[in-house]
T-cell receptor, first 114, second 113 residues
C-alpha cells in the first residue's frame, strides 16, 4: 500500500446522504487519482489531479466531487446525485502525470449505501 | 475505443504448477503496459511495467512478455504458491494521457493444495 492511506476501510451510509472518502499520501507525489471498482469490471477513473488546486473529470465523474487544497490530500465526496454509489473506491498517486511513472494505490474504501 | 481484454476470466491451479495469463489491448497510442496483483479487498500492487521497446520483464517468479505488434501481453507465474491467489490486472497507458490508465477486468487466480 506504500505511503497512501485511505480511511475508513468500510463505510456505511443511508441513501440521500453525502459522504467523503479520505485519501492521504506522504510520497511527495504531484498527481493523485480516484477510481471506482465494481465486480466484473475494470477500474474506472472518477477524478484526477496533476497539481494542487487543479483537477479534471475522469470517465465517470457524475455524482462525485473532489478538492485538492494540499499536495498530500485528495478527498472524494460521493453525493446523493450518484445513482449507484455502493462500490470499492481506490485512491492512487504518481510522481507526475506523465504516463511513464508508476501509480501507487491505497488500500481502498468499501462504501455501502442502503 | 481503447480496450483491454484479459483471459481467462478465472483459473484454478495446484500449488507448484505454472500458469500463463493473457492480455490483448487496443489502446493507442501505446505508452506502457503494466501488470498488477490485487488481493481481495486490497489495492492493486505493481508487478511489472513495460514500454514499447521491451519484450520481457521479470519480477521474481513473475515474467511478463509484450508483443507490441500484435498488441498482446502475457504474465507467466512459475512454481505457484498459495499466496499467488489474487486477481491479476493488465493495465495500459496512453501517450500524453496524463497517466490515465485503461484497466482490464482481471484474471482471478486461485492456487490450491
Amino acid at each position: 500500500d506504500g505511503g497512501i492511506t485511505q480511511s475508513p476501510k468500510y463505510l456505511f451510509r443511508k441513501e440521500g446522504q453525502n459522504v467523503t472518502l479520505s485519501c492521504e499520501q506522504n510520497l511527495n507525489h504531484d498527481a493523485m487519482y480516484w477510481y471506482r471498482q465494481d465486480p466484473g469490471q475494470g477500474l474506472r477513473l472518477i477524478y484526477y489531479s496533476q497539481i494542487v488546486n487543479d483537477f479534471q473529470k475522469g470517465d465517470i465523474a457524475e455524482g462525485y466531487s473532489v478538492s485538492r487544497e494540499k499536495k498530500e490530500s485528495f478527498p472524494l465526496t460521493v453525493t446523493s446525485a450518484q445513482k449507484n454509489p455502493t462500490a470499492f473506491y481506490l485512491c492512487a498517486s504518481t510522481i507526475t502525470g506523465d504516463s511513464s511513472y508508476e501509480q501507487y494505490f491505497g488500500p481502498g474504501t468499501r462504501l455501502t449505501v442502503t | 475505443k481503447n480496450q483491454v481484454e484479459q483471459s481467462p476470466q478465472s483459473l484454478i491451479i495446484l500449488e507448484g504448477k505454472n500458469c500463463t495469463l493473457q492480455c490483448n489491448y487496443t489502446v493507442s497510442p501505446f505508452s506502457n503496459l503494466r501488470w498488477y496483483k490485487q488481493d481481495t479487498g486490497r489495492g492493486p500492487v505493481s508487478l511489472t511495467i513495460m514500454t514499447f521497446s521491451e519484450n520481457t520483464k521479470s519480477n521474481g517468479r513473475y515474467t511478463a512478455t509484450l508483443d507490441a505488434d500484435t498488441k498482446q501481453s502475457s504474465l507467466h507465474i512459475t512454481a505457484s504458491q498459495l499466496s499467488d491467489s489474487a486477481s491479476y490486472i493488465c493495465v495500459v497507458s496512453v501517450v500524453g494521457g496524463g497517466n490515465k490508465l485503461t484497466f482490464g477486468t482481471g484474471t482471478q487466480l486461485k492456487v490450491e493444495l
